[in-house]
């Protein structure tokens, strides 16, 4: 399995922007796609975002898309989110995983596709 920490959450105003980290170790992170996916109180986890294991494809869910971009290092294990254009309904606990199949081809968008899955950073965008 892959070990999963998520860090750069925190306290932004609408209209900021706030980069998140996801550091990875364990199994093979170049040969596997991760995404970030988001929990806000009450409500189900929902994908914000996916990358191929190359870094080549990329896939947004359309409430983030034009102001999220999701990009990896994969010499440094670590997946990034750059979020701009903050809005508070951008409110949440995010979560980075990583797909539990290799190399694939389509980026996954579903959460039953993705295996391991990181402790959580709150992100909280104040109006």
């Known amino acids: 399995q892959v070990q999963l920490v998520e860090s750069g959450g925190g306290l932004v105003q609408a209209g900021g922007s706030l980069r998140l980290s996801c550091a990875a170790s364990?199994?093979?992170?170049?040969?596997?796609?991760m995404g970030w996916f988001r929990q806000a109180p009450g409500k189900e986890r929902e994908f914000v975002a996916g990358?191929?294991?190359?870094?080549?494809?990329?896939s947004y869910a359309d409430s983030v898309k034009g102001r999220f971009t999701i990009s990896r290092d994969n010499a440094k294990n670590t997946v990034y989110l750059q979020m701009n254009r903050l809005k508070p309904e951008d409110t949440a606990v995010y979560y980075c995983?990583?797909?539990?199949?290799?190399?694939?081809?389509?980026?996954?968008?579903?959460?039953?596709?993705?295996?391991?899955w990181g402790q959580g950073t709150q992100v909280t965008v104040s109006s």
């Open positions: 995983a990583a797909d539990s199949k290799p190399a694939r081809v389509v980026v996954a968008t579903e959460r039953y596709e993705y295996r391991d």
């Open positions: 364990g199994r093979t992170f170049r040969s596997y796609a």
């Open positions: 990358i191929s294991w190359s870094g080549g494809s990329t």
